[in-house]
Structures are given as C-alpha cells and as structure tokens.
C-alpha cells in the first residue's frame, strides 16, 4: 500500500509545523511542492534531505501522471503547499480528484497532516460573529468578480476570502462603492503577514482600512485574509 500524506506547513514562521509532520517529511519517498525552492528552505532548516518533486497550478497531465506512476509503484508521497493547508485554494485538489477517480481500484491511502493554515488564523483573531462564515478563497480577477462580489453581499453569514498583494486594493474599493450602493454597512477585518515579523490585523470599514493599508506601501506587502461581516 502507498500513501499520500497532505502535509500542511508554515505560513510564516518556521517553528509552526508539527513533530508528525516533519516525521513524515524525513521517511517518505518525496515531498511533492509548489514551489521546490521555498520547501527546500523549510527542509533544511529541520536538516531533512528528502528529495523533492514540483507539482503547481500550471503542472500539466504529464506531471501527474507521473505522480501516479509512484503512487502505483507503492511510493509514498508529501503534498506540500508553500505556505498552509494544501488543497485550500490551491492546486493539490486537483490532484486528490485525480487520485480518486483514476486509481480507485489501487491500494492507496490519502491522509491528513493538519498544522497551520492562514484562515483558521485569521478567524481566531477575529472575535465574535464568526462562528460560522462563508469561505470564497481568491476572487476571480476579471470574469465572474461582479457576481462574486455580489454574493458577498447577498451572505447571510460573514464572508471570509483571500486576497494578494496586487488587488487588495481593488478589493477595498469595490467593496467601499458597492456598500455606499447598497446601503449595507460593512466591518472588514484583515490580516497580513501572519505570523511574520511584520504581521498586522486591521478592522473597520473598508474605506477606512484602505487609508489606513495606503499610509505606508508597506502595509501593502505580503498576502491577506479579508473578513467581511455586515454591520445590521
């Protein structure tokens, strides 16, 4: 029998990562990663020299068939993201769907590592009100934004999204003209850089977060979770 292992890793600082984890990462045949370059830095840093295998959003079916082919052979494997739990927003789904339907009949396992994960982060911050939340991941850049940024408002629960360095503030400014529009309140909270050096949680409206991100080109470093909850 081989496994699959879906192995989550920091988001940030290197220290939050699990024993079992890295245990994982030391015996198995290789460690599938994003980006072969940022898992390296994780490996050395534990001293763990398994050797390393790219799989990412632009690996086409060659690539995954290839990792099949190990599955097949009775190779057990590491799915890492760069940064978090793979599979959220991330190409591993793809992956599993694949493993799932075309190796169905092999004798093959697929197992949960969990550690940290930039939502769950986020969400621990946020307080009150988000027991129970709507996650929407990244929005799409151009196609279909609209009717998801349309959904956000139309949620009966808060909504939780990601968000990178290169539309944040596109996202703060939708959501300024889509709430004066609609005459739906909002309190956002985002977080950036968790647990990094610089991390740093902001709340209010958003056209007050958006001065308050746009004081300093800092503040608009690094990734974001964006918690969205209207103020009734």
Same mark, same amino acid.
């Given at each position: 029998m081989s496994v699959l292992y879906i192995v989550a890793t920091p988001? #940030?600082?290197?220290? =939050?990562?699990?024993?079992?984890?890295?245990?994982?990462?030391e015996e198995v045949d290789f460690v599938l990663c994003e980006d072969t370059r940022v898992t390296r830095k994780l490996l050395n840093n534990y001293e763990i020299k398994t050797a390393t295998i790219s799989y990412h959003q632009h690996s086409g079916a060659p690539k995954v068939d290839k990792i099949l082919e190990f599955l097949k052979a009775g190779k057990n494997l590491a799915l890492v993201t760069d940064a978090g739990?793979?599979?959220?927003?991330?190409?591993?789904?793809?992956?599993?769907?694949?493993?799932?339907?075309?190796?169905?009949?092999?004798?093959i396992s697929i197992v949960s590592v969990p550690g940290a994960s930039a939502l769950t982060s986020a969400l621990s911050l946020? #307080?009150?009100?988000? =027991?129970?939340f709507l996650f929407l991941?990244?929005?799409?850049?151009?196609?279909g934004r609209q009717g998801v940024l349309k959904?956000?408002?139309?949620?009966?629960?808060?909504v939780a999204i990601y968000e990178s360095k290169h539309r944040i503030v596109k996202l703060l400014e939708e959501l300024t003209k889509m709430s004066g529009e609609l005459s739906l309140p909002l309190e956002v909270s985002v977080a950036r850089e968790l647990t990094k050096m610089y991390e740093s949680f902001y709340r209010g409206a958003p056209e007050e977060i958006l001065e308050q991100l746009q004081s300093d080109a800092n503040n608009l470093k690094g990734e974001f979770v964006v918690l969205i909850r209207k103020i009734n």
């Open positions: 988001i #940030g600082n290197l220290e =939050d990562i699990t024993k079992r984890a890295l245990r994982i990462l739990t793979p599979g959220i927003s991330d190409p591993g789904a793809f992956l599993l769907t694949a493993i799932r339907q075309q190796l169905a009949d092999e004798d946020a #307080g009150i009100g988000f =027991d129970r991941g990244f929005l799409p850049h151009k196609k959904e956000i408002f139309a949620s009966e629960h808060p």
